[in-house]
């Protein structure tokens, strides 16, 4: 590790005394790197068994890795805590500025425990921590306003991150999200809640240190060819031109785009909420995430007239991708692009989970159909398939929880299925709501066994796609590729590079960069390392209740053809088996 | 030559400009960039970029009580840092902030006009002008 870069260096915050104080923590970072390998060994410590996720004890721990602030596209944040939505383990990753201003701070992690007697937030301004007061700030209808107020406050423009809850994280919905940089987010397995739980509003956070190389040589000339590879490649091209929303043309021509609550994998309306159709009409920006030159992230602009008074207007920038548009438009049969904007748009205001909020919402739709719920639990609503107006109303009961049926959306379908019935089309894995994929058995079985219960996880949607339709893979061996990347990636979050980069940062490019940094691991050492570090995140799993054995998988996968056709439970079953034993073997 | 911000509406924020002038002394992190981008109040309104215009009649050079900072032949100035005492009225006599603040040694950054920042802008943001050209300043 180089001398001073403050890698290991680990702020400790206090809410409760209002306390804080630095450790080294060169044990932890020289053996497991960073972000989220270090982020996991940090949770093991500070959060004993059966912890209440919304209680004083739960910690918050953010992470960044060796190559921050060295490498572009090492921009990534690791968020770790018990999420109070699954009850296990709460990861979350996000982006925009916050990985550089944690590293420019001069800190490889933070850790913040207890909880405040009053709303504060935190200002951290390199070795510098102030509790402000925010009870000014609690309550406030819109999470932009709560970021400019901050902003306004605070000095580091340029060099800060600003990370906040909404309203849905201080009434504690379970996927309420933290938003940094108003269009970023730690979003899924509510990390908002949390926040809100220790009535903590935001952090800010700002730095600005060098990070001293010895071979300066070598140094510039490897960022130099990580620097052309990331603006050149195919594959970063995509992400920059259209970004993620490319995929819903793909996605539904395949067959593998999850619509009204995938009673199809096929939407009709699919043009209409395209990547290609939002870039045409309404895409007023393009931003970054700092060091990094992709600049994936897309801005819509939308005008809209005032009703009371001609020729007045307000314009909106409204952040749009693959997720949130699956989430928020086609699972629930919105094929109006204003509508998706005008519903993401008070997703952002209330700083909630788009993904899980799409879903709890096509769950509850579908649910109203077959009766299952009437307009008494609904709250007088009648939600339908489309009608974007009433799901805006909706997410606003979900966040203000007016009544035990709302109480229950709250808290995600898997409760709120628990209670109502309707499990068949609750479409949960491992407590957290579905991503954006019907690809095929990898895509839920990536699902099922991710130590997040995410997408990204594994990316099975990627063997679906590029193998599945040529060759057909016993389950054992889907299982085995599966495994196989998750280990991989465990490398990728701990030096916390974004996964997009992850065909730019090969393992040898990797090794070169982790030089530089001076870590001297060969491949093979990473290899192993991704295996520890998982073995870790599952051993956490289980000490708080998680088992494969015993995850519930929801019976609608097996109904709806896929992309590559129907999916097999049998085989299912067959591969979480085998994902089971490999795991149990490790731990 | 000198580093002009020829259109900051393309400007993502990236802060690709921002790392590559640290790292012309071969060092990581962000103590010794003499160009910085910001929002311009928010990320939604995009960004400004920061950079020393290269004056032919430099204040910054004008209130160094210990000439350490010598106008340079085409525009801007050069640091001696062995003169300079890290009293800051450079840093506030710049009216674009273009003078940035090296805290870990308590001097100013100065840009060089090197041009090392352009390689590395992603899209067009920056150019490198014949100096005498009025530069448009993001």
Not at chain 2, 57 to 72: E, G, W
Request: aromatic share 10%.
């Amino acid at each position: 590790m180089l001398d001073d870069n403050r890698l290991s260096k680990v702020l400790y915050i206090d809410l409760t005394k209002k306390s804080y104080w630095v450790r080294d923590r060169i044990d932890l970072f020289s053996k497991y790197i960073g972000g989220t390998g270090v982020g996991i060994k940090l949770l093991q410590e500070e959060c004993p068994k059966e912890t209440d996720p919304l209680g004083k004890d739960n910690p918050i721990i953010f992470a960044v890795g060796p190559l921050t602030g060295l490498f572009p596209l090492a921009s990534k944040t690791v968020a770790m805590f018990k999420s109070p939505h699954t009850g296990n383990l709460g990861e979350s990753h996000s982006g925009g500025r916050s990985a550089i201003a944690i590293k420019m701070a001069g800190y490889g992690a933070i850790v913040i425990k207890g909880k405040s007697d009053i709303p504060v937030y935190l200002a951290i301004h390199g070795d510098h921590v102030y509790f402000r007061d925010a009870s000014a700030l609690w309550g406030m209808k819109s999470c932009f306003t709560v970021g400019r107020i901050i902003r306004e406050n605070e000095p580091g423009a340029g060099l800060r991150t600003i990370m906040r809850i909404g309203k849905a994280g201080e009434n504690l919905v379970s996927y309420a999200s933290v938003t940094t940089e108003t269009f970023r987010h730690f979003g899924r397995l509510g990390l908002g809640a949390v926040f809100g739980s220790k009535k903590l509003k935001g952090i800010i956070i700002s730095g600005k240190r060098s990070i001293k190389v010895q071979d300066k040589k070598t140094y510039k000339e490897l960022y130099s060819e990580i620097y052309k590879a990331a603006v050149d490649s195919p594959l970063m091209k995509k992400y920059h031109d259209l970004g993620t929303p490319e995929n819903i043309l793909k996605l539904n021509e395949m067959g593998g785009l999850p619509t009204r609550n995938l009673q199809k994998g096929h939407f009709e309306f699919a043009e209409n909420i395209s990547g290609e159709n939002f870039a045409e009409h309404y895409l007023g920006r393009r931003l970054a995430c700092f060091h990094c030159p992709v600049g994936c992230i897309h801005l819509a602009a939308l005008r809209e007239p005032y009703e009371d008074e001609p020729y007045f207007y307000k314009t909106s920038m409204i952040s749009y991708d693959y997720e949130p548009i699956f989430a928020l438009a086609t699972m629930l049969g919105i094929s109006e692009p204003e509508g998706f904007l005008k519903l993401m748009d008070s997703v952002e205001k209330y700083c909630i989970d788009a993904m899980s909020t799409g879903v709890v919402l096509a769950w509850a739709t579908e649910a109203q159909e077959k009766g299952i719920i009437t307009e008494k639990e609904t709250n007088g609503l009648n939600l339908k398939w489309g009608d974007y107006k009433t799901y805006i109303q909706a997410l606003s009961f979900i966040v203000e929880q007016p009544n035990t049926f709302y109480k229950a959306l709250s808290k995600g379908v898997e409760h709120a299925s628990s209670i109502y019935g309707g499990k068949e089309f609750a479409m949960a894995f491992g407590g957290n709501e579905m991503p954006g994929y019907h690809t095929g058995p990898g895509a839920h079985l990536g699902f099922l066994t991710g130590a997040r219960h995410s997408h990204l996880d594994s990316a099975g949607y990627s063997i679906d796609e590029k193998i599945l339709p040529k060759t057909s893979l016993s389950a054992e061996e889907l299982g085995r590729r599966l495994l196989e990347e998750e280990r991989w990636r465990q490398i990728l979050s701990s030096l916390v590079i974004c996964f997009f980069a992850r065909g730019i940062y090969s393992p040898q490019i990797t090794t070169n960069a982790l030089k530089i940094a001076g870590f001297s691991f060969s491949e093979e050492d990473l290899k192993e390392t991704g295996k520890v570090i998982h073995a870790e995140k599952y051993r956490f799993k289980e000490q708080e209740g998680f088992s494969l054995k015993n995850i519930r998988i929801p019976q609608r996968i097996f109904q709806t053809p896929s992309a590559v056709g129907n999916i097999e439970k049998a085989y299912i079953e067959r591969a979480l088996n085998y994902i089971n034993s490999e795991i149990s073997s490790a731990i | 030559m000198r580093i002009s911000v020829y259109d900051p509406q393309r400007c993502i924020g990236c802060g690709s400009c921002m790392f590559a002038c640290a790292r012309r002394a071969g060092d990581g992190g962000l103590s010794n960039t003499a160009i910085a981008v910001r929002s311009s109040g928010g990320i939604s309104k995009g960004f400004s970029v920061i950079v020393c215009r290269a004056c032919t009649d430099p204040p910054c050079s004008k209130v160094c009580p210990t000439n350490a900072l010598i106008p340079r032949k085409g525009g801007g100035v050069i640091l001696n840092p062995t003169k300079c005492i890290g009293c800051e009225n450079c840093r506030e006599a710049c009216p674009i902030g273009a003078v940035f603040w090296n805290e870990e040694i308590n001097k100013p950054v100065i840009c060089v006009q090197c041009g090392y920042c352009v390689e590395f802008c992603p899209h067009g943001v920056l150019k490198m002008e014949d100096s005498g050209v009025a530069a448009h300043v993001g």
